[in-house]
T-cell receptor
Framework: DAKTTQPPSMDCAEGRAANLPCNHS???????VYWYRQIHSQGPQYIIH???NNETNEMASLIITEDRKSSTLILPHATLRDTAVYYC????????????FGQGTTLQVKP | GAVVSQHPSWVICKSGTSVKIECRSL??????MFWYRQFPKQSLMLMAT?????????EQGVEKDKFLINHASLTLSTLTVTSAHPEDSSFYIC?????????????FGPGTRLTVL
C-alpha cells in the first residue's frame, strides 16, 4: 500500500476554512485516496474519498492534484467540533484493500 | 451512514482472565470486518481481517492464539483477548465493510477500552 505523509499538527480559527494537505507520491493508478477523522476516544469517522476527480460532500471537499501525488482536504467553515486527528489513507480499489492508518494530522480549531 | 456498534464500550479485568468484545453491523451485512488496536497517543494498528465463515487473517506480529476472532454471521464478529495482561490494555476498534451491496467504504465502531489490572 502507498504511504502518505501529513503534517503532525495544524491550527485553524473557528469559522475559517481548514486545508489539510497529504502527500502520496507513490500512489498507484488503482488506489483511492480516503480521508477519515478521529475525535478523541471515538472510532474513526469516514469523511470523503476520491480517485482522480475532486469530490465534495456535506462534510468536506477533496482536491486531488492532476498527477495524483498529493491531495488537500478542505473543511470550508471549521467549528470547534472539527477538532480531531485527520487521516489520509490510500487504498486499492479492490474489495480486499485494507485501511492502514498513518500518524495523521491533529487539527486544533481555536475560537 | 451505516452503523457499527461495539460491546462493551469499556471493560476492566484482572490479569489472566479472558475478555470478549463484540462488533455488530446494525443496518447492513458485513462480509468483512477488521479489528484494530490503538495505544495512547498512537495511531490505529490493524490486527486482523475476518471474512464471514472463514478464518481470520492476522497482521504480522499479532498472536492469533491470544486474539481469537470469530465472524460467524454477516452482522457479528467477536474478538476474545485470552489470558489478558496489563500490556494488552488498549483501545480496540472494529470496522465493517458492506461488501454485499457493493459499497466499499469501511465503517467503524465506537471502540472498546480495555484495562487489565
Amino acid at each position: 500500500d502507498a504511504k502518505t505523509t501529513q503534517p503532525p499538527s495544524m491550527d485553524c480559527a473557528e469559522g475559517r476554512a481548514a486545508n489539510l494537505p497529504c502527500n502520496h507520491s507513490t500512489i498507484s493508478g488503482n488506489e483511492y485516496v480516503y480521508w477519515y477523522r478521529q475525535i478523541h476516544s471515538q472510532g474513526p469517522q469516514y469523511i470523503i474519498h476520491g480517485l482522480k476527480n475532486n469530490e465534495t460532500n456535506e462534510m468536506a471537499s477533496l482536491i486531488i492534484t492532476e498527477d495524483r501525488k498529493s491531495s488537500t482536504l478542505i473543511l470550508p467553515h471549521a467549528t470547534l467540533r472539527d477538532t480531531a486527528v485527520y487521516y489520509c489513507i490510500v487504498r486499492p480499489t479492490s474489495n480486499t484493500g485494507k485501511l492502514i492508518f498513518g500518524q495523521g494530522t491533529t487539527l486544533q480549531v481555536k475560537p | 451512514g451505516a452503523v457499527v456498534s461495539q460491546h462493551p464500550s469499556w471493560v476492566i479485568c484482572k490479569s489472566g482472565t479472558s475478555v470478549k468484545i463484540e462488533c455488530r453491523s446494525l443496518d447492513f451485512q458485513a462480509t468483512t470486518m477488521f479489528w484494530y488496536r490503538q495505544f495512547p497517543k498512537q495511531s490505529l494498528m490493524l490486527m486482523a481481517t475476518s471474512n464471514e465463515g472463514s478464518k481470520a487473517t492476522y497482521e504480522q506480529g499479532v498472536e492469533k492464539d491470544k486474539f481469537l476472532i470469530n465472524h460467524a454471521s454477516l452482522t457479528l464478529s467477536t474478538l476474545t483477548v485470552t489470558s489478558a495482561h496489563p500490556e494488552d490494555s488498549s483501545f480496540y476498534i472494529c470496522s465493517a465493510r458492506d461488501g454485499v451491496a457493493g459499497v466499499n467504504e469501511q465503517f467503524f465502531g465506537p471502540g472498546t477500552r480495555l484495562t487489565v489490572l
